[in-house]
C-alpha cells in the first residue's frame, strides 16, 4: 500500500509490520524512521543491518528471527540499500507471521518495474513511502512551521535566505534551525545580521563534530576542526550551548547506563532514538564519563557562560580553555 510520508502520523503503526522507504531524501527519511522507531518501540531494541550482510548469511539471519535468541522483547529491524534481492527474503518473514518484529526496509531509488516495490505497493498490509526530494517551498514551509512554533518573529526574505543556504537539503536545515534555537536562549528576535554570522557559521558544519571529539578525548580530531575552521569570539556561545546540550543528553544516557548496565540497551532504548552513525560515538562517549562527572561538567559550562557573557572580547579564548581543559580531565 502506498502512503504519503505526511500521512505516516495519521496511521495506527500498531497495524503494520513492515514498511518500505525508498528515495534519496535522507533528512526526511529520518524524520520517519524516527516516527515509526518511537511508534513501535514497546522496550524493543532496534537493530540496522546492510542488505549485502544479510544476503551473504541468510541463514543465519532467518535462524536468529526463529529461535528468538535475538528477538526476547521484539525487534525493530532496519535493512539499508536493499534491492529486488532481499524480496525473497522478506517473503519468508512474512510467512512466519511473527508479530513482534517489525521490519523497515531503507533504500536510495527503486525503479517502477522493482519487484519488491511492487510487491509493497500491491498488498495492504504491507506500507510502501515514497521519499521524494524537497522543493524550496516545501523547506520554507517547514523553516516557517519552526519559527511559529517557537514564537520568534522572521521576515520572509530571512526566511528565504536560510533555506537557500541549504541546498535542499531537509536534514541540513534541520541541524541549523537548532542552532538558531540554540542561539536564540531567551532571545525574543533575531536580526538579519545575527542570521548572516550564524549562516555562515552553518557552513562551518564542525561544532557537533568538536564537541563529540571532546567527549571521546580525540585530541587530533579536535586539533583537526581547529585548524579547518575559523572560529570567531561570535561563535563561541553556540558552540557552548551545543556542549551543553550534548552533554546534558549523554548526562541521561549515562544515568541509565549505571542503571541497566548495558550499554546497549541504553542506546536501543533513547528517547529520541540514536540513529547508526551515531551510536559508536556515543558508546564511546558513555565508557569515558561517568554521571557525577557529567553533572560537573554542566555546571562548569554553566560558569564558563558567564565568563563569556562578562568578558566576549575573549571568549573564544575561553572556550577553547575550556575544551582542552576536559579532554585532559578524562584522560
Known amino acids: 500500500m502506498i502512503v504519503k510520508n505526511y500521512e505516516i502520523k495519521k496511521l495506527n503503526l500498531n497495524d503494520y509490520h513492515f514498511f518500505l522507504l525508498y528515495g534519496k531524501n535522507e533528512g526526511l527519511k529520518n524524520e520517519i524512521l524516527s516516527e515509526l522507531v518511537l ?8 537493530k540496522k543491518i546492510d542488505e549485502k550482510l544479510i544476503l ?8 536468529d528471527i526463529l529461535s528468538g535468541s535475538l528477538f526476547t522483547n521484539g525487534k525493530i529491524i532496519i535493512i539499508k540499500h536493499v534491492s529486488d534481492k532481499i524480496l525473497n527474503i522478506v517473503e519468508d518473514i512474512l510467512e512466519k507471521n511473527l508479530n513482534e ?43 516557517q512551521t519552526f519559527f511559529l512554533e517557537k514564537k520568534i518573529p ?5 526566511i528565504n535566505f536560510i533555506v537557500s543556504k541549504c541546498h535542499g537539503d531537509r536534514e541540513y536545515l534541520k541541524n ?19 542570521l ?28 583537526h576542526i581547529l585548524n579547518e575552521n575559523n572560529f570567531s569570539n561570535d561563535d563561541s556561545m553556540i558552540i557552548l550551548r551545543t556542549f551543553l546540550t550534548k552533554t546534558k543528553k549523554i548526562l541521561k544516557l549515562a ?41 560537573k561538567l554542566v555546571v562548569t559550562i554553566n560558569k564558563i557562560e558567564l565568563e563569556i557573557k562578562k568578558n566576549p572580547q575573549a571568549s573564544l579564548y575561553i572556550l577553547m580553555n575550556l575544551i582542552w581543559d576536559q579532554t585532559k580531565k578524562i584522560a
Not at 56 to 63: A, G, I, S, T
Not at 208 to 219: A, F, K, R
Open 39 to 46: 511508534k513501535n518501540n514497546s522496550n524493543k531494541e532496534t
Open 56 to 63: 551473504e548469511n541468510k541463514d543465519e539471519f532467518l535462524n
Open 101 to 143: 518484529i517489525i521490519l523497515i526496509l531503507d533504500t536510495e531509488t527503486l525503479e517502477k518495474k522493482s519487484k519488491l516495490r511492487n510487491f509493497f505497493e500491491k498488498d495492504k498490509n504491507l506500507i510502501c513511502v515514497p521519499v521524494y526530494p524537497d522543493n524550496d517551498q516545501v523547506l520554507s514551509n517547514f523553516t
Open 154 to 158: 522572521i521576515a520572509q526574505s530571512n
Open 176 to 194: 541549523e534551525l537548532n542552532k538558531i534555537e540554540l542561539f536564540m536562549n531567551k532571545k525574543k528576535s533575531i536580526s538579519t545580521e545575527e
Open 196 to 223: 548572516i554570522k550564524l549562516t555562515n557559521l552553518i557552513e562551518n558544519h564542525s561544532i557537533s563534530d568538536l564537541i563529540d571529539s571532546c567527549l571521546i578525548q580525540n585530541n587530533r580530531k579536535i586539533m
Open 255 to 295: 544515568n541509565d547506563y549505571f542503571q541497566n548496565n548495558d550499554i546497549d540497551k541504553t542506546i536501543s532504548q533513547a528517547k529520541p532514538p540514536i540513529f547508526w552513525k551515531e551510536k559508536e560515538i556515543v558508546k564511546m562517549q558513555l565508557k569515558k564519563w561517568k554521571p557525577f562527572m557529567l553533572k
